[in-house]
């Protein structure tokens, strides 16, 4: 069974930087795509923003409002990924979510909140 924790999300001010942390269990296949979603307060119909997303060999994709500030690694050998978020903004508060995407299925973390005061 597929687990995903999450940690490091917290209160910072803007222009600071927070570094979360996605552990994974289970069995997880080498074509496997992780990311970052994240779901801002008063979200239409809660929907959540793709962040950034990795795959095994390390090539990753961000959104726009976070290239140039975020950066996703991924550390196969501990089925863990990294998202440093660097020169963070108040549009950054929101609840960030770990995902797994492998043979059809998705996977989720249970989230944890970034906060970023201006």
């Known amino acids: 069974q597929v687990q995903l924790v999450e940690s490091g999300g917290g209160l910072v001010q803007a222009g600071g930087s927070l570094r979360l942390s996605c552990v994974t269990s289970g069995t997880i296949f080498s074509n496997s795509v992780m990311g970052w979603y994240r779901q801002a307060p008063g979200a239409p119909g809660n929907q959540r923003e793709m962040v950034a997303t990795i795959i095994r060999s390390g090539s990753s994709n961000y959104s726009d409002s976070v290239k140039g500030r975020f950066t996703l690694s991924r550390d196969n050998a501990k089925n863990t990924i990294y998202l440093q978020m660097n020169s963070l903004k108040p549009e950054d508060t929101a609840v960030y979510y770990c995902?797994?995407?492998?043979?059809?299925?998705?996977?989720w973390g249970q989230g944890t909140q970034v906060t970023v005061s201006s």
């Open positions: 995902n797994l995407k492998q043979k059809g299925f998705n996977y």
